[in-house]
Every structure is written in C-alpha cells, then in structure tokens.
C-alpha cells in the first residue's frame, strides 16, 4: 500500500528565512509526487509535481521540491519565505504502477512564517 | 475557467439526521474525487468517479454514505444516518482523467458538523 509521512505537525519561520516542509513516501512502483497547499476555508491547491526527470522540480509562487529517490523524500523548499505563505501544506503520492492509483495524501503541515 | 463548485458551504445537523452535499466538477473533466478531511488529517478519499462509473470506493462506508455521478458531470455525496463521527470538511475534486500525473482541482469543500 502506499503512504505519505508528514513529520512535522507544524514549521516556524522568520520572514525571509528560508522554509523545508518534509514529506516521506513509499509506493511499490515508482511514485508521482504532489505538494498542494490549503488556506484557511479554501480547498487544497496544486503547488507542484514531480513526474520523472529533474529532480529538482519548481512550482507556484516561488516554492521548489526536492526528489531523493534513496531516501524516499520529496521535501518543499523556498528560498525566503513570506508571511503569505502561512498556510496548510500537503504532500501526495500516486503510484505509477503495481498499486493504488488513487492519490493518498499527508496529514499535512502547517507552515507559520513569522513577520 | 470556473472551478469546482460546491454546495453547501456549511452544514450542521443532529446525529442519525441525513445529508446532501452536491459537487459540479470542471466542465470537461472525467474524473471525479470526493474526500473525507477531518481536522487534523489530510484528505481520504471516500470514491472515485470516472465519468459515470465508480473507480474505487473502497473507503467509502457503505452502511451509511453513497454518491452517484448519473450524467457524468455533477454528483451528489449522501450521508444517512449521520454520526458524530461524520464531522468534517467533504472535498469535491476533479481531473482530466484519471491520469496518475494528473494534479487535481479542489473546490472549497462543505464543513459538516454533526451535533
């Protein structure tokens, strides 16, 4: 079956600091990796995807992921945060074959960037 | 283009009542998700459409909630009788297809609150 870890319940972080949000995943093919981030009273919106390729993969609003296939992780980066960032993120995976194909999500993380 | 269009936005009613929530997905797309998102937790899904036909429910808990898509385009999440356990925001999704790198659109979800 496949899984997603979001280890961290909540992350702080000064305003133009730079921001990791982790998410682990296991999949028994090879996995598609979604983040999505959710703000308060809104449904969750597509940040960014990695399909194959690059492992590094950059998506909306700044916000970049990392694929690291030997540690199983998928971790959303940006470079300097903003206090508008401050929202639910969620991370999703989707086997490419041999499982689910229905997209299992993360308990998700709260991001809290502080002014 | 429109989005997901969900209806109600809130909902509060007595345990062993009866709801409905209603889902219009993206003009043009076959793929349709309703999630379960209780506080705290990411998103379940609860079953998965494909045009008109049911891709996976088996999350779904048939004793008491069912969902039809009868013209392939919008649908209707029932739950009867609720439970207190049944508080939660229901998410509506939808693709393009079912795609495993497909993202997916949210709408803004129905909070239920279960007295």
């Known amino acids: 079956a496949q899984s997603v870890a979001q280890p961290e319940d909540q992350v702080n972080v000064a305003e133009g600091n730079p921001l990791t949000v982790k998410c682990t995943y296991s999949?028994?093919?090879?996995?598609?990796l979604f983040w999505y981030v959710q703000y308060p009273n809104r449904g969750l919106q597509f940040l960014l995807k990695?399909?194959?390729?690059?492992?590094l993969v950059k998506g909306s609003y700044g916000f970049e992921a990392e694929f690291n296939k030997s540690q199983t992780s998928f971790h959303l980066k940006k470079p300097s945060a903003l206090v508008s960032d401050s929202a639910l993120y969620f991370c999703?995976?989707?086997?490419?074959?041999?499982?689910?194909?229905?997209?299992?999500f993360g308990r998700g993380t709260s991001l809290i960037v502080h002014p | 283009e429109a989005g997901v269009a969900q209806s109600p936005r809130y909902k509060i009613i007595e345990k062993r009542q009866s709801v409905a929530f209603w889902c219009n997905p993206i003009?043009?797309?076959?793929?349709l998700y309703w999630y379960q998102q209780i506080l705290g937790q990411g998103p379940k899904l609860l079953i998965q459409?494909?045009?008109?036909?049911?891709?996976?429910d088996s999350q779904l808990p048939k004793d008491r909630f069912s969902a039809e898509r009868l013209k392939g385009v919008d649908s209707t999440l029932k739950i009867q009788p609720a439970k207190l356990e049944d508080s939660a925001v229901y998410l509506c999704?939808?693709?393009?297809?079912?795609?495993?790198?497909?993202?997916?659109?949210f709408g803004s979800g129905t909070q239920l609150s279960v007295l």
């Open positions: 003009s043009g797309h076959a793929t």
């Open positions: 999704a939808s693709s393009p297809t079912r795609g495993t790198n497909e993202k997916l659109f």
């Open positions: 990695y399909i194959t390729g690059d492992n």
């Open positions: 999703a995976v989707r086997d490419m074959g041999g499982g689910s194909y229905i997209p299992t």
């Open positions: 459409f494909q045009n008109n036909g049911v891709v996976d």
């Open positions: 999949v028994s093919g090879n996995p598609y």
